[in-house]
Antibody, heavy 116, light 107 residues
Framework: EVQLVESGGGLVQPGGSLRLSCAAS????????MSWVRQAPGKGLEWVAY????????YYVDSVKGRFTISRDNAKNSLYLQMNSLGAEDTALYYC?????????WGQGTLVTVSS | EIVMTQSPATLSVSPGERATLSCGAS??????LAWYQQKPGRAPRLLIY???TRATGIPARFSGSGSGTEFTLTISSLQSEDFAVYYC?????????FGQGTKVEIK
């Protein structure tokens, strides 16, 4: 079964950091572009970042540039999102998704709450 | 950044009726347009890509059309499981951008 499972979310204070992980299974992870998409509570979807198969290309939405870093470990079939200098505007459910154009597989999401 | 605008915000439809959802782009995205369905508490589900190609396992009652800046998602005969929020998304440019969503509710 093709599956993505996110972890690492939680409550963090403003200015803090979190590292999200996404474990992939059921497909050849190293052949896939991968993305992080987030959804603030009760709001729409925002594409945060995506990364090429070998990690050589990475793209970020302007609102997270310089604060978030997407990475991957193909040997571990895992995708990561390092999030620094977090603010209230980063509070959201973060989805890991397969693909860099129109993701066809999504995880269930991990909730990040930034609050003091 | 390409702004995607969906209309209407909410669509009230009776089961068995046809639903037509619209999506507009602030500049041409060619046919690089996808549609997703999202139910409460669930991840988005890819329905359509390339403006008109159904994703794997998507029923034929879902169809997409359009190119350039104007797109349509049509659900030919609404089933109970189709009541959800629908998002369009362009992948012509970075950043990829989504519309704000259309909620299809039971009339």
């Amino acid at each position: 079964e093709v599956q993505l499972v996110e972890s690492g979310g939680g409550l963090v204070q403003p200015g803090g950091s979190l590292r999200l992980s996404c474990a992939a299974s059921g497909f050849t992870f190293s052949n896939s572009w991968m993305s992080w998409v987030r959804q603030a509570p009760g709001k729409g979807l925002e594409w945060v970042a995506y990364i090429k198969q070998d990690g050589s290309e990475k793209y970020y939405v302007d609102s997270v540039k310089g604060r978030f870093t997407i990475s991957r470990d193909n040997a571990k079939n895992s995708l990561y999102l390092q999030m620094n200098s977090l603010g209230a505007e980063d509070t959201a459910l973060y989805y890991c998704a397969r693909g860099g154009w129109y993701p066809d597989v999504w995880g269930q999401g991990t909730l990040v709450t930034v609050s003091s | 950044e390409i702004v995607m605008t969906q209309s209407p915000a909410t669509l009230s439809v009776s089961p068995g009726e046809r639903a037509t959802l619209s999506c507009g782009a602030s500049q041409s995205v060619s046919s690089n347009l996808a549609w997703y369905q999202q139910k409460p508490g669930r991840a988005p589900r890819l329905l359509i890509y390339g403006a008109s190609t159904r994703a794997t396992g998507i029923p034929a009652r879902f169809s997409g059309s359009g190119s350039g800046t104007e797109f349509t998602l049509t659900i030919s005969s609404l089933q109970s499981e189709d009541f959800a929020v629908y998002y369009c998304q362009q992948y012509n440019n970075w950043p990829r951008t989504f519309g704000q969503g259309t909620k299809v509710e039971i009339k």
